[in-house]
């Protein structure tokens, strides 16, 4: 959107996050069927947070865009985890 | 005729967004193809109306039935359809998308000195989202399997068992939500692209930073509703065990992430309609607003704390006790901004020079209605009333006063305000006056009843009741006829004033936004020439130089 479009990616480095998220979806899978007990979630979700990080920077474009963006979506991300970590409260101490 | 904005001289082109079209056809589909901002809010005012009106009538519906204990006029499934159909009409269909769609499409971009949104066609898109959308509720009435019964929240497991039409009604809320999601989108874009010169943010009208914040909302939460209407269609279609405890589901989960949406939606419907309040008392009371700075900031403010007491709607549910103190006491937080608010209006007024027109009247009925219901939202909010109160009609009319007294009030308030600007045309102010005081008593015969039924103990969503309540219900009912009534005389008087009223001046009520230094109705462009803004919002000192041009 910056219009100065600099920073150009290469195709390789689109292949190769690809390739790391379906990585990373095998692993959620597979972490889903072993039993880690009260870490399950907890794994999955850093998984996934991982994972939306890859798309947000690279596919997205974010990293290298005007820093308004970023402040956008680090507010996003802000309102995001309050909300996870309010309803943990009722998941923890149920 | 030239008009001055801030100093500059503007001139009026001749036509108005009426008669000149954004396509190259004319009559329908220069309506139904066209890009202008505000016959795009004309398009959803006629829409959202339209479902105002039929979602009022099955509210006189219910209540007919309810005017006496055993079966009237419908039976109790029918009822329950009833109830599910009103919510979802007026929730989806109305009061989220009524304010921001027809009242912020038409002027934020005039009130910021645009010339349209910044994306016109995705605009465009977003109304026939929101038509695909009712389409898909009506369609849902007629399939095999019948009308959804589920209450407007869908709450599991009785949401996945049901067998009337779920799915496609709760898939036609998903379709929603995309067209209030591409509207947030919209306006956060033009409030940050297509300021004029000179309009730096604190100097922007309170409407538009109160639909700028509530953008933001729409952007954020509203994804949230769309997953999890997909989680329960799944959950429906395929049996994945997802809220449903009998398939190893947990239904309070599905709550909490129901109203992680729905209770920031709710902020999307009242935080406009704060906007249009800080619009109208300035106007009518000649002074410029008290505390701009502390409205504009509680207007974000509230924004981001809605977000945070949405798990109060869910103190029987079977949540954890931490969660249910510390939402308890988050809620009692959310009065602040809106404390805020409605001090610094009462502020505005004071020593001002008030002019009671009827928008100002309509205003005035707001800050009553909308006092007692948040009031009565506290009394809701702490947890040991809560438990007595929780499913009642306290709640009902709780909910009754903050969405309808509040948020329709001030709709028909925009309507009074902007309504020469959008249509050129003036009502009969006497008979706005009128309905004013005939919606005001009707609404409290028809809701405050409700307050002290709940209280005794009479649940909602019931289609029968002990002989107890009887003089109460039949006291609201009674408020329910005249409440729709006056809908209708609302209704006619408009109409009435668009096909015969007298012609309106381009500033009938002495306000000093840029709307109103442009002709009545506007023309296609808004603006001939882009102004540059100098003053302060709610500068009352350039009313002189406005008239004598
Ligand atoms: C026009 C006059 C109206 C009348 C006569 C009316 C009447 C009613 C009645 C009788 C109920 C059912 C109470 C129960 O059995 O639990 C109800 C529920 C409801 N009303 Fe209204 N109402 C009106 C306007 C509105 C407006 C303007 C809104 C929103 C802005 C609204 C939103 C709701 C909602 C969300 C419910 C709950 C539905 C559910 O339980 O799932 N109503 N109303």
Known sequence: MSGKNKHHIDYGTYILVWLALLAFTTITVTVAGISLGRYTLFTALLIAAVKSALVINIFMHIRFDEPIFKAFLGISGMTLLIIFLLTFLDFIYR | ?549
């Open chain 2, 1 to 549: 005729m030239a008009d001055t904005v801030a100093g500059l001289p503007v001139q009026h082109a001749e036509k108005s967004f009426y008669q000149q079209s954004t396509n190259k056809y004319s009559g329908i589909l220069s309506w139904l193809l066209t890009t202008d901002h505000k016959r795009i809010g004309i398009m959803y005012l006629a829409a959202i109306g339209f479902f105002f009106f039929v979602g009022a009538v099955i509210g006189l519906l219910m209540r007919l039935e309810l005017i006496a204990p055993g079966r009237q006029i419908m039976d109790a499934q029918t009822y329950n359809s009833f109830f599910t159909l009103h919510g979802v009409i007026m929730i989806f269909l109305f009061i989220i998308p009524g304010l921001p769609a027809i009242f912020g499409n038409f002027f934020l971009p005039i009130q910021i000195g645009a010339r349209d949104v910044a994306f016109p066609r995705l605009n465009l898109l977003s109304w026939y989202i929101y038509m695909i959308g009712a389409a898909l509720v009506l369609v849902s009435l007629f399939l095999p399997g019948g009308p959804i019964d589920t209450g407007w929240t869908f709450y599991i497991p009785y949401s996945v068992r049901s067998t009337t039409n779920v799915s496609m009604a709760i898939f036609a809320a998903f379709v929603l939500g995309f067209s209030s999601i591409l509207t947030g989108i919209n306006f956060v874009t033009t409030t940050h692209r297509l300021r004029a010169p000179g309009m730096s943010f604190f100097k922007m009208p309170l409407f538009v930073w109160a639909t700028y914040a509530t953008a933001w909302i729409q952007i954020i939460a509203t994804p949230v509703i769309g997953i999890t209407i997909l989680l329960v269609i799944i959950e429906r279609l395929f049996g994945v065990g997802i809220f449903d405890p009998a398939l190893g589901g947990d239904p309070i989960l599905f709550q909490h992430m129901f109203w992680i949406y729905s209770h920031p939606a709710v902020y999307i419907m009242i935080l406009p309609a704060m906007g249009v309040v800080s619009e109208i008392i300035p106007t009518f009371a000649r002074r410029t607003i008290f505390g701009y700075k502390a409205i504009a900031m509680s207007s974000l403010a509230i924004a981001f704390v809605g977000y945070l007491v949405w798990a109060h709607h869910m103190f029987t549910s079977g949540m954890s006790d931490t969660a249910r103190w510390i939402f308890s006491l988050l809620t009692f937080i959310v009065a602040l901004p809106s404390g805020v608010k409605i001090f610094n209006w009462v502020a505005t007024m004071y020593k001002g020079s008030i002019d009671p027109q009827p928008p100002f009247l309509w205003v005035m009925n707001f800050i009553f209605l909308f006092s007692i219901g948040g009031l009565t939202g506290l009394v809701l909010g702490s947890l040991a009333t809560n438990i007595h109160l929780h499913d009642t009609y306290f709640v009902v009319a709780h909910f009754h006063y903050v969405m309808f007294g509040g948020t329709g009030t001030i709709f028909f308030a925009a309507m009074h305000y902007w309504f020469p600007k959008m249509f050129g045309k003036m009502y009969n102010i006497k008979l706005a006056r009128i309905a004013v005081l005939l919606f005001f008593v009707g609404f409290n015969l028809l809701y405050f009843p409700k307050f002290i039924m709940g209280y005794m103990g009479m649940p909602r969503r019931y289609y029968d009741y002990l002989p107890q309540f009887e003089a109460l219900q039949e006291i609201s009912t009674v408020g329910s006829w005249i409440v729709v009534g006056t809908l209708f005389f609302i209704l006619g008087y408009l109409i009435h004033a668009l096909l015969k009223g007298k012609k309106a001046t381009s500033n009938p009520w002495g306000g000093v936004t840029l709307e109103w230094h442009i002709a009545s109705p506007p023309s296609m462009e808004n603006f001939a020439e882009i102004p540059t803004v100098t003053r302060e919002p709610y500068d009352f000192s350039q009313l002189k130089e406005m008239k004598n041009e």
